[in-house]
């Protein structure tokens, strides 16, 4: 069955500063994707990443997959305030046609 | 905006009442997930439709029911409610291309009392 991982849970950093958001998960999964979600808000979709190697980058915001690792990784660089939200990674389980979420991470970007 | 949209926004109702949650796709989207935010059991999915067929099914409880009509509208019905079904409630659509990427809905909040 396949689990999706992610560290940190909360993630408290200074504007400025980078940061990286990890994501395992535990089958193989030929999708991964990033969403960010504002509280109380809907998820808006950020990244797709298919295949070995890929990255996707948007603003101060990159996102890479190692598919033999099992892992993708959500890089912020330089944080500002606008960036606080909550962070979910959720793969796709192609077999069993779902999309596993992550717990996320709520990222709070101190001045 | 999304372009999935999602009646009504908040629901509140009593413990053992049925409910109806309701959720339009994106124009030309095919396939509707629904899916569970809570605090304790965190983005859970549910159910997916393709085309009004049952394609997928997650955590979805025996009280809980969906389907998708031919204009391909869905309907996520609860039913004997309990305070533990308290939770934000999304729907997402998907075109079926091959990123497969889900757009959703602004949600229905949904109290238990």
């Not at chain 1, 996707?56 to 690792?69: F, I, N, V």
């Not at chain 1, 999309?99 to 990222?107: A, D, N, V």
Request: hydrophobic letters at 35%.
């Amino acid at each position: 069955e396949l689990k999706v991982e992610q560290n940190p849970l909360f993630l408290s950093m200074q504007e400025g500063k980078n940061y990286t958001i990890y994501c395992n998960y535990s089958t193989t999964s030929d999708r991964l994707y990033w969403y960010r979600q504002d509280p109380g808000k809907s998820l808006e979709s950020l990244f797709v990443l298919l295949s070995n190697g890929a990255v996707k980058q948007e603003g101060r915001l990159m996102a890479s997959l190692d598919t033999k690792a099992r892992l993708s990784t959500l890089h912020i660089t330089a944080a500002v305030h606008d960036l606080s939200a909550t962070y979910f990674c959720a793969a796709f389980g192609g077999a069993t046609n779902k999309l596993i979420f992550g717990t996320g991470t709520l990222l709070a970007v101190q001045p | 905006d999304s372009g999935v949209t999602q009646t009504p926004k908040h629901l509140i109702t009593a413990t053992g009442q049925r409910v109806t949650l309701r959720c339009s796709p994106r124009s030309g989207d095919l396939s509707v997930y629904w899916y569970q935010q809570s605090l304790d059991q965190g983005l859970q999915f549910l159910i997916q439709y393709y085309n009004g067929e049952e394609r997928a099914k997650g955590n979805i409880l025996e009280r809980f029911s969906a389907q998708q009509f031919p204009d391909l509208h869905s309907e996520l019905n609860l039913s004997s409610l309990e305070l533990g079904d308290s939770a934000l409630y999304f729907c997402a659509s998907s075109s079926g291309g091959s990123l497969g990427e889900q757009y959703f809905g602004p949600g229905t909040r949904l109290t238990v009392t």
